[in-house]
């Protein structure tokens, strides 16, 4: 089976503080890329997604990810979180197009 | 507006009972999943169906059971057979039963065991 590793579990920042949350996955063949949202007290939603194409992805609110094949990472970025970044977020990956396995999460705490 | 509603929000169980979760979608989509969400652990997937009639396990399936009579409902039944059942469930669901999708969650059912 699949397993996604977040190697961080809680993350505290300052406000325009730049952010790396780093995601790595075991499967070796074709998968699509992940990283979900949870704001506290709302549904999870999609931050941005990687199928195929520029391994660069951008998503929602300045977030981008890259995917990088051969070190099997996909690691989200933002230049200058805010304090409306604080939330929790999960990688996942989806391996012959049905089944997605999730990360364990990573808790962001932004200061203002 | 389409989206996923989960019932109810928190429910609250006895040992020994069992206990129906329920989830519908009007986004007329194909295939639907169940998640526990469980804190330091991510999301491990209980069950998913990807057509009507026709469910598979997941990672977690022991003690639970679901059922897909119709392509918008999804309920999950949480046995008395569940060792731990106190948990955050996520139903969420996909437009096609494979191809490149992108998973639609709802708010979430809390059940607490006493």
């Known amino acids: 089976a699949q397993s996604v590793s977040q190697h961080n579990h809680h993350v505290i920042l300052s406000e325009a503080a730049s952010l790396e949350l780093g995601c790595n996955y075991s499967y070796g063949g074709t998968v699509n890329l992940f990283w979900y949202v949870q704001y506290p007290g709302q549904h999870l939603q999609l931050l941005l997604k990687y199928f195929s194409g520029d391994p660069l992805v951008k998503g929602i609110k300045g977030f981008e990810a890259e995917f990088i094949k051969s070190k099997f990472s996909f690691n989200l970025r933002k230049p200058s979180v805010q304090w409306s970044d604080t939330a929790e977020y999960f990688c996942a990956v989806n391996e012959n197009f049905n089944k997605f396995y999730f990360g364990s999460g990573t808790k962001l705490n932004v200061k203002p | 507006d389409g989206g996923i509603t989960q019932s109810p929000k928190y429910l609250f169980r006895k040992e020994g009972q069992n206990v129906t979760l329920s989830c519908e979608q009007n986004l007329n989509h194909d295939a639907m999943y169940w998640y526990r969400q469980d804190p330091g652990q991510g999301l491990r997937l209980i069950y998913y169906s990807q057509i009507v009639n026709d469910f598979q396990k997941g990672d977690i399936a022991e003690g639970y059971s679901v059922s897909r009579e119709k392509k918008e409902s999804f309920p999950l039944t949480v046995t008395s057979a569940q060792k731990n059942p106190t948990a955050f469930y996520l139903c969420?669901?996909?437009?096609?039963?494979?191809?490149?999708?992108?998973?639609?969650f709802g708010a979430g059912s809390r059940l607490t065991v006493l």
């Open positions: 969420a669901s996909t437009p096609w039963a494979s191809g490149a999708n992108v998973l639609t």
